[in-house]
């Protein structure tokens, strides 16, 4: 969905880095929420954010932090990147009052952590 | 606890045959039901949702949906699968709960291979 943005699509770093993905969106909506992928498993919650002001951890946020910047950006953070790390990462983004909350997904970070 | 089970990994279909993928929930009180497909290296697309009302509910694509209370399901299915459908499927539900937050519960996904 090109109205939910995520950069960089692709990383490879090294146990230990810090690094930054990046989500931002332009339907207007007030919630965003970043989750992660393994095969198998779905997709986990790590963090959720209701407003700018508003930010909850979601069920494995251990290792990573998050930044709402604006209501339309909204950043993951792992402070220092171990290889479990290793996943597909994804922003989404709903509005409750507009939509029921349906989410919209960006298209996706893969993230491999060496 | 809730819960969302996709209890099928993989479904191979012949195109032009119907299609089903199934999905059983377990959450307190009405939920929110959501259907999402991944294509290939892309985020993943909503395709259709229950929330009340009919429960035949359509979506994109030429698919729909139908809650069943009784037996807590929401199966995909669609009346004549293309190749174009193959993909991966989750299936999500929500409690609903006014303004507080209520945890999106994803299934754990559904391969769909649709053959010529």
């Known amino acids: 969905d090109a109205d939910v943005t995520q950069t960089p699509r692709n990383r490879i770093t090294k146990t230990g880095k810090r690094i930054m993905l990046e989500c931002s969106q332009t339907?207007?909506?007030?919630?965003m929420y970043w989750y992660r992928q393994d095969p198998g498993l779905g997709l986990r919650l790590i963090y959720y954010?209701?407003?700018?002001?508003?930010?909850n951890k979601g069920e494995i946020s251990d290792g990573y932090s998050v930044s709402r910047q604006a209501q339309a950006k909204f950043s993951l953070s792992l402070e220092s990147a171990i290889p479990n790390q290793t996943a597909l990462y994804f922003c989404?983004?709903?509005?409750?009052?507009?939509?029921?909350?349906?989410?919209?997904f960006g298209p996706g970070t893969r993230l491999t952590v060496l | 606890a809730q819960s969302v089970a996709q209890p099928e990994d993989q479904v191979n279909v012949a195109e032009g045959n119907p299609l089903t993928v199934k999905c059983t929930y377990s959450?307190?009180?009405?939920?929110?039901l959501f259907w999402y497909v991944q294509y290939p290296n892309r985020g993943l697309q909503f395709l259709l949702k229950?929330?009340?009302?009919?429960?035949l509910v359509k979506g994109s694509y030429g698919f729909e949906a139908e809650f069943n209370k009784s037996q807590t399901s929401f199966h995909l299915k669609k009346p004549s699968a293309l190749v174009s459908d193959s993909a991966l499927y989750f299936c999500?539900?929500?409690?609903?709960?006014?303004?507080?937050?209520?945890?999106?519960?994803f299934g754990s996904g559904t391969k769909l291979n649709v053959k010529p």
């Open positions: 989404a983004t709903s509005d409750l009052a507009r939509d029921t909350d349906t989410q919209y």
């Open positions: 339907k207007g909506h007030d919630r």
């Open positions: 954010s209701f407003d700018v002001k508003d930010i």
């Open positions: 959450v307190s009180g009405n939920p929110y």
């Open positions: 229950y929330i009340t009302g009919d429960n």
């Open positions: 999500a539900v929500r409690a609903p709960g006014g303004r507080n937050f209520n945890k999106f519960y």
